[in-house]
């Protein structure tokens, strides 16, 4: 099948880094290795210190919220089991 059609996505450095270890691993190019999680519904595994920083970015919003809002039961359980996960 002729391929004509093409999908833009911006990525971090560290992300297209994983992809295309994980892409060389498999012995494919780039955009197959995409597809084909695409098809199967495969997910890349995330590195766990790009978990850790997802958490303190969201640690620090909510911080904001608490700053600017005001403290309160739910939000504080929120956290918590935020940063159990």
């Known amino acids: 099948m002729n391929k ?3 999908i833009n996505i911006r990525v ?3 992300d297209k880094k994983s992809l295309e ?3 060389l691993k498999n012995n ?3 955009s197959e290795y995409i597809l084909d999680c ?3 519904k495969k997910t890349v595994p995330i590195n766990p210190s790009d978990n850790i920083r ?3 970015e969201l640690q ?3 911080n904001y919220i608490k700053e600017k809002y005001g403290d309160d039961d739910y ?3 929120v956290v918590d089991r935020l940063w159990k996960l």
Do not use: D, G, P, Q
Request: with cysteine; net charge positive; proline share 0%.
């Open 75 to 77: 939000l504080r359980k």
């Open 54 to 56: 997802k958490a303190v």
């Open 4 to 6: 004509t059609e093409r």
């Open 12 to 14: 971090t450095t560290r």
């Open 38 to 40: 695409c098809k199967k």
């Open 21 to 23: 270890s994980h892409a």
């Open 28 to 30: 494919m190019k780039l």
């Open 60 to 62: 620090e919003a909510l």
